[in-house]
């Protein structure tokens, strides 16, 4: 029988547990707050992150900027974009998936009390090896976050008054 992770119950600790039993896990995502990624991040077993980051989600804060470049920094995680995704996946880089609709948010994960959003996520195992494919694919795909692309983008930002 195969758990259904439910925002405000129990989507956050199946979160938490799946990246805490693999030792190198990727987030592909395309919104996150780095206070979510923070806790969900406690044993320090992610190592990779995706994010969107359309230039509106950083100028709209749909998805954290500043904060989440700097937490990626000060924990060795390699950071990247890519701007066509819209997936939801924590990824042990080999086999192993937590898949679903939330974002890495405590709203998505149902982590802000009763003002959460409604979504499921469940764990997969033993993916098929066209499905690892397409996963590093997306990975190779992705523009690493390097500091000169950081400042390239913060200065576009600063360039620009969004409304």
């Excluded at 199946?14 to 990246?19: I, M």
């Excluded at 190198?24 to 707050?33: E, G, H, M, R």
């Excluded at 920094?73 to 609709?101: C, P, T």
Aim: net charge negative; proline share 1%.
């Amino acid at each position: 029988m195969t758990l259904l992770a439910r925002s405000g119950d129990n989507l956050f600790s199946s979160a938490e547990d799946f990246v805490r039993n693999h030792a190198n896990v990727a987030v592909l995502c395309a919104y996150i707050k780095t206070p979510a990624l923070k806790l969900l991040n406690d044993s320090g077993n992610i190592k990779q992150v995706v994010v969107r980051w359309e230039f509106r989600d950083i100028c709209s804060g749909a998805s954290d900027f500043e904060e989440l470049f700097q937490y990626c920094r000060n924990y060795e995680i390699e950071l990247f974009s890519n701007q066509r995704i819209h997936l939801k996946v924590l990824w042990d880089m080999r086999s192993d998936a937590f898949l679903g609709s939330a974002n890495i948010s405590k709203r998505g994960l149902g982590e802000s009390g009763g003002n959460h959003n409604w979504e499921l996520s469940t764990a997969v195992d033993n993916i098929s090896f066209s499905d690892q494919q397409y996963l590093n694919k997306l990975l190779r795909d992705s523009t690493l976050i390097t500091d000169a692309r950081m400042e390239e983008l913060r200065r576009k930002k600063a360039e620009v008054d969004y409304v």
